[in-house]
């Protein structure tokens, strides 16, 4: 295996592809014994720029290392009906090195993608590492001992993102229990610190109202210097006393008491069925008994 690629290709790699590899084989690793998890990259290429979107699942067969044709092409014929500019690139696995047997399932390809690339994600969890465990190889045709043959080499990348990556990765990191906590118990520390936060800020203008209120009545002397601090402190403010807001607030704040209240009849409503079926269930035993017919 080369230690690097000659190509002088760019690739750009999207958080997406890294959360949906790493779901797949969390998947798999929950429901059975640990195994490599195989399936596609899909993108586009604008001249010597290759930028991985997103990825879907295969089945693959470890004792012939080989892949379920038919599931690949129907998986490929209806990501063209959905996003018809992209193309398979290559493919994605796990494991800590790239391994001969793969060279098969690459070669599988070439039908696809004349030149796949192969992202291989490292499972192992590594706290000295600071890079992302996940390398991108290609394959180039290289003579050793007088044989060309086919090796994968490889490649440098960088992470690129758009809006709606950055904050779903970012609500990921923010809600994933890191320390066996619940995901619940993670939401509630984030909304402690906020609530813990505007309360400090609430505290600290009072401080300067307090402040400035005195020293309109005289009780300690004015300072213009420290008057301009101020006002340049107040200006950095958000500004809420407006008319848009007033209405934008009371809107929402409508809104929250009615769906409020429409939780609480649907409680009721439940509450009263219940109470409904056990008055005809205790009804239809008593009226057995005396030849009476339901009340309800």
Known sequence: MASSSSSGLTFKLHPLVIVNISDHYTRVKSQSHPRR??????????????????????????????????????????????????????????????????????????????????????PAINPTQKDLPVTIYESELHVIDGNPQLIFVRSSYTIETVEAERISVDHVAHLKPSDGGSAATQLAAHLTGIHSAIKM???????????????????????????????????????????????????????????????????????????????????????RRGGRTAFI
């Not at 892949?67 to 014929?77: G, H």
């Not at 992209?86 to 493919?91: C, E, M, Q, S």
Request: glycine residues 4%; contains cysteine; charged residues 25%.
């Open 37 to 122: 998890v195989v399936g596609c990259v899909i993108g586009v290429q604008r001249g010597r720029t290759v930028e991985i979107f997103n990825s879907f699942e295969l089945l693959y067969d470890e004792s012939t290392h080989s892949l379920d044709r038919a599931f690949l092409e129907k998986k490929q014929e209806l990501y063209k009906k959905v996003f018809p500019q992209f193309y398979i690139l290559g493919w994605y696995s796990t494991g800590s090195d790239a391994l001969e047997a793969d060279m098969i399932i690459h070669k599988s390809l070439m039908d696809i993608n004349e030149s796949p690339l192969y992202v291989l994600l490292n």
């Open 201 to 287: 800020l609430n505290s600290r203008i009072r401080v300067l109202h307090h402040y400035l209120l005195a020293m309109q009545k005289g009780d300690i002397p004015c300072e213009n210097a420290l008057l301009r601090q101020v006002s340049s402190l107040l200006r950095r403010l958000p500004a809420i006393e407006s008319e848009k807001f007033q209405d934008d607030f009371l809107m929402e704040y409508n809104d929250t008491l009615l769906i409020t209240y429409l939780a609480m009849f649907t409680n009721c409503s439940s509450t009263m069925n219940e109470l409904v079926d056990k008055f005809n269930t205790a009804y239809d035993r008593h009226s």
